[in-house]
């Protein structure tokens, strides 16, 4: 793990109508759409997976699509915000998550790392695997998943990070066994979804789901600002005391790379915020 930690803030995707006059000028074709959230975001969670396969041309055309050095670089004591260009998460196929047992979806993962997805070459970043709100905890089979994931393909190094929404994973168990596989647990902003605010890897990763539309930033300027503060007690390794825990063990206090996200509801306004927070982070 390097010593300065990397902060990455986004949005999902980035093909969305609403978008084209809200957040892309009017008059921008679609096919520099993503070239333009490149230049104003840091990173990008690919939603598209979660339904189908893409082709490996297509991973390596997104690639190509998102320059490096766009000049919103800043550099921290302990961080460095977009410290050489948008990141891309990809979420998971929902043919290994949405299913009752998840040590059987060995065949759908090989699948899907099959697919092309390390074609987008030093984009690349975590895998998000994404299980329905009525998925509860079993803790043998939630193990045997997480045994199935590849930590590393063709010598790169994967990262990989789950986001539960069943009360019953508010669990210390549940904790323990992440933090056996050192996989962290997506931070849920959400009206309904738990909360996890355990630090179980070397990364943090938070989807914020609160936003509205009537706001021109998405969230009110103070929760931006608590945001910030949030994001920066994470990058330097430490955890949030407003933000409660399954575990009362307390994290090793090791910078770590975070990635946000606002995203779902108020989704108009979604790049706004993100934007936001990104230039609190430079200050």
């Known amino acids: 793990m390097s010593t300065k930690s990397k902060i990455f803030v986004?949005?999902?995707?980035?093909?969305?109508?609403?978008?084209?006059?809200?957040?892309?000028?009017?008059?921008?074709?679609?096919?520099?759409?993503?070239?333009?959230?490149?230049?104003?975001?840091?990173?990008?969670?690919?939603?598209?997976?979660?339904?189908?396969?893409?082709?490996?041309?297509?991973?390596?055309?997104?690639?190509?699509?998102?320059?490096d050095g766009f000049g919103i670089m800043a550099q921290t004591p302990v961080c460095a915000i977009i410290p050489d260009g948008l990141v891309f998460s990809i979420k998971g196929p929902r043919f290994a998550t949405n299913r009752r047992v998840l040590a059987?979806?060995?065949d759908s993962i090989k699948r899907f790392f099959a697919s092309g997805v390390l074609e987008l070459g030093h984009r690349l970043g975590p895998f998000l695997w994404q299980f329905t709100p009525t998925?509860?905890?079993?803790?043998?089979?939630?193990?045997?998943?997480?045994?199935?994931?590849?930590?590393?393909?063709?010598?790169?190094?994967?990262?990989?990070v789950v986001e539960v929404r069943h009360e019953s994973f508010c669990d210390p168990s549940f904790?323990?066994?992440?933090?056996?596989?050192?996989t962290p647990v997506v931070f849920a902003e959400h009206a309904t979804y738990p909360a996890i605010a355990d630090i179980t890897g070397d990364f943090v990763y938070a989807r914020l789901q609160k936003g509205?539309?009537?706001?021109?930033?998405?969230?009110?300027?103070?929760?931006?600002?608590?945001?910030?503060?949030?994001?920066?007690?994470?990058?330097?390794?430490?955890?949030?005391?407003d933000l409660a825990r399954v575990d009362?063990?307390?994290?090793?206090?090791?910078?770590?790379?975070?990635?946000?996200?606002?995203?779902?509801?108020?989704?108009i306004r979604a790049p706004a915020p993100a934007m936001a927070l990104i230039e609190r982070l430079k200050a």
Do not use: C, M
Not at 11 to 19: E, L, Q, R, S
Not at 175 to 182: D, Q
Not at 252 to 258: F, G, I, K, M
């Open 175 to 182: 904790i323990a066994l992440l933090r056996e596989f050192a």
């Open 212 to 241: 509205r539309d009537s706001i021109a930033t998405g969230y009110p300027a103070p929760a931006l600002d608590q945001w910030a503060d949030r994001v920066r007690l994470w990058a330097k390794g430490s955890g949030p005391s």
């Open 104 to 106: 059987e979806a060995g």
């Open 10 to 67: 986004g949005i999902g995707g980035w093909n969305f109508a609403p978008w084209r006059g809200a957040f892309y000028p009017r008059g921008l074709v679609q096919a520099k759409e993503l070239a333009y959230a490149s230049a104003h975001l840091t990173s990008i969670e690919i939603n598209s997976t979660f339904y189908g396969s893409q082709k490996p041309e297509t991973f390596r055309k997104w690639a190509r699509e998102t320059p």
């Open 248 to 267: 009362t063990k307390a994290p090793s206090s090791s910078p770590r790379d975070v990635f946000v996200y606002f995203i779902h509801e108020g989704k």
């Open 135 to 160: 998925k509860k905890f079993d803790e043998a089979d939630f193990g045997a998943f997480l045994k199935l994931l590849p930590r590393k393909i063709d010598g790169k190094a994967l990262r990989h």
